[in-house]
């Protein structure tokens, strides 16, 4: 399993976590649950995207907002790190290629 800190420095590009990020991502490392409230800009996203790429597997985000999900997805991708969208604006074929993906890994 990669460390927290080396994802955060490799793949972000920062030296340090903020607030409570270290703790809510240790927390979820561990196997626990969390409800994360920041205001805008907080950090939120790094509390779930460090765990998704220090332990193997697929990670499901929840988002009602599309183009929020399309923003995270295209700034993900653009790190390197392999993010897909699953939304209503999406035709059959591009629902059904995102989920093919997701069953394979």
């Known amino acids: ?60 985000v929840v988002s009602p907002l599309i183009a929020l999900m399309r923003d995270q997805v295209e700034s993900l991708n653009q790190l390197g790190v392999r993010a897909a969208g699953l939304n209503s604006t999406l035709t059959p074929t591009e629902a059904n290629k995102v989920e093919q993906s997701m069953v394979s890994g």
Not at 16 to 38: P, Y
């Open 1 to 60: 399993m990669r460390l927290p800190k080396e994802v955060l420095k490799e793949v972000f590009g920062f030296d340090s976590f903020r607030g409570l990020q270290k703790e809510i991502i240790e927390h979820i490392l561990d196997g626990g649950d969390a409800l994360v409230l920041m205001q805008t800009g907080g950090g939120k996203s790094l509390c779930y995207q460090i765990p998704a790429l220090c332990l193997n597997g697929i990670t499901v």
